[in-house]
């Protein structure tokens, strides 16, 4: 049975321990958990693990308060984050870990909700005791490969695309950091407005991860111009031991022409594996992440609750924000257009509206 003990957060020693265990992810490092506690008004929480008294690891994980009741994310929805969990040494049970963790948290951290998304942890395993989690699907390139064996292994279509990116002139570039969250979270806009939606986090989320993971030397900033040297995509790409990751990806659709999406995907691709980079993580499901080519992955997200209740108090939160969503999207969409035949009475004839932007 393992024992655990809640460690100080403030220990510099500790951090560095975590951050050179082969085994832990961006999403575990310290500049990641302190982006989480800025964000989310989150308390950051690492729990040692021993085994019989030998040290065999850590929990990474966060504790925010919702509705009046502490709950354990490592992560928790919304907070822009993928894997995180435990670092434990080869060998270790991380079933076992996890079941003695929530237990943990009930009786020693005041907890009444737990959620884990750790990579190694496995559905079958979580079958065999019944657990509740939902499956976080996506896809994971090997950049061990060559350049040509990369390549090719993307769809004809996306091949394509870039061949007309660069013939187009797109160039392709690692972006400094003045300025950049604001030029991504712009064209993020246009992204959801395409949608009728808006964004499900602000600017200041996206200026808050810049500010403390680059600072880490932990996140790829890249930014595709076009000929006359105009931002016309950008992408986020956190990474940590051999691993990057697709944070978030933005375009104008007035240059999509271009094919900048997939040109910037090749970039990182290439300068990621320069740098030693094994292995590319597309961050979750979507179609158009099919197009480069990856194998397919299955996380399980653990869910745990104290109370029965809280599953269903859990679903009606995630049906609110999503119709939230959905609404102030329609609305923006509306204000828009309004303002738009306002200033040129000819444009409510349209179907092409461009986005209102400052």
């Given at each position: 049975?393992?024992?655990?003990?809640?460690?100080?957060?403030?220990?510099?020693?500790?951090?560095?321990?975590?951050?050179?265990?082969?085994g832990?992810?961006?999403?575990?490092?310290?500049a990641?958990?302190?982006?989480?506690?800025a964000?989310?008004?989150?308390?950051?929480?690492?729990?040692g693990?021993?085994?019989?008294?030998?040290?065999?690891?850590?929990?990474?994980?966060?504790?925010?308060?919702?509705?009046?009741?502490?709950?354990?994310?490592?992560?928790?929805?919304?907070w822009?984050?993928?894997?995180?969990?435990?670092?434990?040494?080869?060998?270790?049970?991380?079933?076992?870990?996890?079941h003695?963790?929530?237990?943990?948290?009930?009786?020693?951290?005041?907890?009444?909700?737990?959620?884990?998304?750790d990579?190694?942890?496995t559905?079958?395993?979580?079958?065999?005791?019944?657990?509740?989690?939902?499956v976080?699907?996506?896809?994971?390139?090997?950049?061990?490969?060559?350049?040509?064996?990369?390549?090719?292994?993307?769809?004809?279509?996306?091949?394509?695309?870039?061949?007309?990116?660069?013939?187009?002139?797109?160039?392709?570039?690692?972006?400094?950091?003045?300025?950049?969250?604001?030029?991504?979270?712009s064209?993020?806009?246009?992204?959801?407005?395409?949608?009728g939606?808006?964004?499900?986090?602000?600017?200041?989320?996206?200026?808050?991860?810049?500010?403390?993971?680059?600072?880490?030397?932990?996140?790829?900033?890249?930014?595709?111009?076009?000929?006359?040297?105009?931002?016309?995509?950008?992408?986020i790409?956190?990474?940590?031991?051999?691993?990057?990751?697709?944070?978030?990806?933005?375009?104008w659709?007035?240059?999509?022409?271009?094919r900048?999406?997939q040109?910037?995907?090749?970039?990182?691709?290439?300068?990621?594996k320069?740098?030693g980079?094994?292995?590319?993580?597309?961050g979750?499901?979507?179609?158009?992440?099919?197009?480069?080519?990856?194998?397919?992955?299955?996380?399980?997200?653990v869910?745990?609750?104290?109370?029965?209740?809280?599953?269903?108090?859990?679903?009606?939160?995630?049906?609110?924000?999503?119709?939230?969503?959905?609404?102030?999207?329609?609305?923006?969409?509306?204000?828009?257009?309004?303002?738009?035949?306002?200033?040129?009475?000819?444009?409510?004839?349209?179907?092409?509206?461009?986005?209102?932007?400052?």
């Open positions: 049975m393992y024992q655990y003990e809640l460690l100080n957060v403030s220990d510099d020693r500790l951090w560095d321990e975590v951050e050179s265990h082969t832990s992810t961006v999403f575990q490092s310290r990641w958990i302190s982006f989480i506690a964000t989310q008004g989150a308390v950051p929480v690492v729990v693990i021993r085994d019989a008294g030998r040290f065999v690891g850590y929990f990474i994980g966060l504790i925010v308060q919702r509705l009046g009741v502490r709950i354990l994310g490592s992560p928790f929805p919304g822009s984050t993928d894997y995180m969990g435990f670092v434990l040494e080869p060998g270790s049970s991380r079933m076992s870990a996890l003695g963790l929530v237990e943990f948290a009930f009786a020693h951290l005041g907890c009444v909700h737990v959620e884990v998304m990579r190694q942890l559905t079958q395993e979580l079958d065999q005791v019944g657990a509740t989690y939902r976080y699907q996506g896809y994971a390139i090997d950049l061990t490969l060559d350049e040509a064996a990369l390549f090719a292994n993307f769809t004809s279509a996306c091949r394509r695309c870039i061949r007309k990116a660069e013939k187009d002139g797109v160039l392709v570039e690692v972006a400094p950091i003045e300025g950049f969250a604001e030029e991504y979270f064209q993020l806009n246009d992204v959801f407005a395409r949608q939606l808006v964004p499900t986090y602000g600017l200041d989320r996206v200026r808050e991860l810049i500010a403390h993971v680059h600072p880490a030397g932990q996140v790829l900033l890249v930014r595709a111009r076009d000929r006359s040297g105009r931002s016309i995509a950008t992408g790409f956190p990474f940590l031991h051999g691993v990057m990751y697709f944070w978030g990806g933005a375009s659709r007035r240059f999509h022409i271009l900048p999406n040109a910037l995907h090749w970039f990182a691709i290439r300068y990621a320069a740098h980079i094994h292995t590319y993580d597309l979750g499901s979507g179609d158009y992440k099919r197009q480069y080519g990856g194998r397919e992955i299955r996380v399980p997200w869910r745990k609750s104290k109370y029965a209740w809280m599953e269903s108090a859990r679903a009606l939160a995630q049906k609110t924000f999503s119709v939230r969503q959905q609404m102030l999207g329609k609305w923006r969409l509306r204000f828009a257009k309004t303002r738009e035949a306002s200033v040129n009475p000819s444009a409510g004839n349209s179907n092409n509206h461009e986005p209102v932007t400052s």
